[in-house]
């Protein structure tokens, strides 16, 4: 995380305030302590699948990740509010399912953790 590395959390909370909450809404902290900003993590993965998108067109495609990556492509398809990112929780080894049609992202699934239900989308 920057230079909050080697921070302890009480102290980075205490000197900065709720950085994670800080991050998903674009504060300047975030980038003046050279962590990656949201909108950049939101453009980044953006680019990945739409590239995975058009090389695979019609397939599906698995792509496994972590948790901001995950809020990053909601983000971009529900479009909710800095504070619903901030708050919403994303299962270990859960699936969140995107369906891709005419170069338009809608949301399937959050946090499924049973794909069967989904397999004719």
């Excluded at 995950?70 to 270990?92: A, C, D, F, G, H």
């Excluded at 699936?95 to 989904?118: C, D, P």
């Amino acid at each position: 995380m920057g230079l909050f590395s080697g921070m302890h959390y009480d102290e980075m909370l205490g000197k900065h305030g709720n950085v994670f909450l800080k991050f998903y809404q674009g504060h300047p902290i975030v980038e003046e302590n050279e962590i990656e900003t949201f909108a950049s993590v939101k453009n980044r993965v953006l680019d990945i699948v739409s590239y995975c998108s058009k090389k695979h067109d019609g397939e599906t495609i698995l792509l496994v990740t972590h948790m901001d990556p995950i809020k990053s492509m909601i983000s971009t398809v529900l479009q909710p509010r800095p504070e619903s990112l901030y708050e919403m929780v994303i299962r270990n080894a859960s699936l969140t399912i995107l369906k891709n049609e005419q170069s338009s992202f809608s949301m399937v699934a959050i946090n499924s953790m049973n794909s069967e239900r989904y397999s004719d989308e």
